[in-house]
């Protein structure tokens, strides 16, 4: 029987691997990917923990989410393009000058 | 028969999304994105939540995805990065990988301390999660507030990419 | 002896899926020669009439024909995706018509112990299926154009896609107002909510209620199947032969034939929503797949005529007219059928 924790635990493992994909990367548009998979974790525990609840309150939850992420995801690669234009590089080391 | 689907989805979702975080070429990153989301609206379908599934489909595999790979043909971004070269060097990913290890096997394991938790078969119950009605009627009433400043907020950040991304001439 | 799940009503559903299957193909078959007929009858000429009586066998000639070329590959191309975008295409025209129903219950005279649908499934959010299954044809065509490794292909690729995605959003919004009126996501629902006679002669189609979302779905529908006038991306003149340009043998079979089942798609996705489906006068009702097939024949026929008819729409043009005027017609047919449905009750 599939229970709550098996969701829990699967969308624990994809929120890990997003972490490391934003962690490791070195490539802005990988990164980006890897938000993408977090988000989608994170809308997985929504998703069946409104099941186990018996409400649609997860779904409409994961409904924003989705809207919200779509919304990120344009004005993120926007940006990307317009620093392409700059630097002719897609690795985020190149972006470094307002480090101290 | 849920448990084998849910296993079968469930594998396909972490490989894809392994392939995504460990493959070179952006394309095929957004390609096995794709795979993994397919995977995912097939767990939701499982939860009963055939709106939710069908609504990943149509704004992450069908827009967002498209979105991504247009930048990437635009930037013509196969350029493959090596190993970190940073200050801290290759040594970096090791420890990386590790401490990501420790964080996954920490959630799982305070997740299966939760205790078995299996969700409710009752009709009335599955009928009333699974119903776009019951969907759009909370929506437009409980979160309508929530509903207009989202539509608000894709407005605005369709003009803003439209504008940051505009050439300077 | 077989186990306990086979029983005949999951051979005769199995059965049925088969059927389904094959019928779409030689559906793409059959619109091969229609398209061909209608053209030169049109250009008063008679057309294939040497394979088979009045060219019938026209289709399979070339299906073998294209068996036996060499299927090239540039050298520079990302082979997987080059090879998987032909499939993707076709796989999504092939999914998109799971879950058009093309008829009542049959019992089959009584030989199943329960009653058999005549479709492939119906679920409760089978117009947002169709929807989603049609926003990821556009996959097959944006890898096509851009795993070519050519200019040709990727111009015609981006454009192709550029616009299917623009003319999904009336798509969508005349789909809605349709959603509307029926009350419900299930096209079985849907056709069935048109059943009855208004005045005992004027069936309650929706097409009589929806006008506007009529025109505006099928001006969406041709645009979303690249066809003539919105085949700009495909135009032999201007782009050699667009994003399947470096395609040949099975890959270019394969493009064509999900165009031809995304043509057959959108007509019957029409015909549910819009003319009643499987429900007409003179015959019985479990005979109603048959009036199906007639609405949806006519609907391509409008199509391959419409395509030797009118001229080709220019890309800007055909994008000006998709976001200027298309889509504020749309969502002013959403607001007005709203508006409607509320104060009519």
Not at chain 3, 120 to 143: C, E, K, R
Request: a neutral charge; proline letters at 4%; glycine letters at 6%.
């Amino acid at each position: 029987m599939v229970s709550l924790n098996h969701f829990l635990i699967l969308s624990g493992v994809l929120f890990s691997i997003g972490t490391v994909g934003v962690f490791l990367r070195r490539n802005v548009i990988t990164i980006l990917l890897s938000i993408e998979i977090m988000l989608n974790a994170v809308n997985l525990t929504f998703v069946a923990a409104g099941r186990y609840i018996g409400t649609v309150d997860g779904q409409i939850i994961t409904f924003f989410v989705m809207t919200v992420a779509a919304a990120e995801a344009a004005v993120g690669l926007a940006l990307v393009i317009s620093l392409f234009r700059h630097r002719e590089t897609l690795s985020p080391e190149a972006f470094t000058s307002l480090k101290w | 028969m849920d448990l084998i689907s849910f296993y079968i989805f469930g594998a396909i979702a972490v490989l894809a999304s392994l392939g995504v975080v460990g493959q070179r070429n952006p394309m095929h990153s957004v390609m096995l994105l794709i795979v993994s989301f397919g995977a995912l609206a097939g767990l939701y379908i499982l939860l009963d939540a055939p709106f939710t599934a069908v609504t990943q489909i149509i704004i992450y595999a069908g827009a967002i995805m498209v979105l991504f790979l247009f930048v990437v043909m635009l930037l013509n971004a196969h350029t493959e990065d090596d190993l970190p070269k940073t200050a801290l060097g290759p040594r970096a990913l090791r420890i990386g990988i590790v401490l990501s290890l420790a964080l996954g096997l920490e959630v799982a394991f305070a997740l299966s301390r939760l205790g078995l938790t299996t969700f409710s078969n009752d009709p009335g119950t599955v009928s009333a999660i699974s119903s776009v009605a019951k969907i759009g009627t909370q929506l437009f009433t409980t979160h309508a507030f929530a509903f207009e400043v989202t539509s608000i907020l894709i407005l605005v950040s369709m003009v803003g990419a439209v504008v940051i991304a505009r050439k300077e001439s | 002896m077989l186990p306990a799940f086979i029983s005949p009503n999951v051979v005769a559903h199995a059965v049925l899926i088969f059927i389904i299957f094959n019928c779409l193909v030689l559906s793409a078959a059959f619109m091969v020669w229609m398209e061909r007929k209608v053209c030169a009858y049109i250009q008063d000429r008679p057309g294939p009439n040497r394979v088979g009586p009045e060219g019938l066998l026209q289709p399979f000639a070339d299906v073998i024909k294209l068996l036996f070329k060499e299927d090239l590959r540039p050298a520079a191309a990302d082979t997987f995706i080059f090879l998987i975008a032909p499939v993707i295409s076709a796989a999504t025209a092939f999914a998109a018509f799971s879950v058009v129903p093309f008829g009542t219950e049959t019992t089959l005279f009584g030989l199943l112990s329960e009653p058999l649908r005549l479709e492939v499934t119906d679920v409760n959010v089978a117009v947002l299926v169709i929807f989603a299954i049609t926003s990821m044809g556009i996959y097959g065509i944006v890898l096509a154009g851009w795993s070519s490794n050519s200019k040709y292909s990727l111009l015609g690729g981006l454009r192709s896609s550029a616009q299917m995605i623009s003319y999904e959003l009336s798509y969508g919004l005349s789909l809605a107002a349709v959603v509307m009126l029926a009350g419900s996501l299930s096209l079985r629902e849907i056709v069935t909510n048109q059943s009855g006679y208004w005045f005992h002669v004027i069936p309650k189609w929706y097409i009589f209620l929806q006008p506007i979302g009529f025109l505006i779905y099928m001006t969406a529908g041709v645009a979303e199947t690249n066809r003539a006038p919105f085949d700009f991306p495909e135009a032999e003149q201007e782009l050699v032969a667009g994003y399947h340009t470096e395609y040949s043998s099975m890959s270019f079979a394969l493009f064509f034939l999900a165009e031809y089942i995304n043509m057959v798609t959108v007509s019957a996705v029409a015909t549910s929503l819009f003319l009643g489906g499987w429900l007409g006068p003179v015959l019985p009702e479990w005979l109603g797949w048959l009036w199906f097939l007639l609405k949806v024949f006519l609907i391509l026929f409008f199509y391959v005529w419409m395509r030797w008819t009118l001229p080709r729409y220019r890309y800007d043009q055909l994008m000006e007219f998709g976001w200027k005027w298309l889509l504020p017609v749309a969502v002013l047919n959403l607001v007005v059928t709203a508006a409607l449905v509320i104060w009519l009750g």
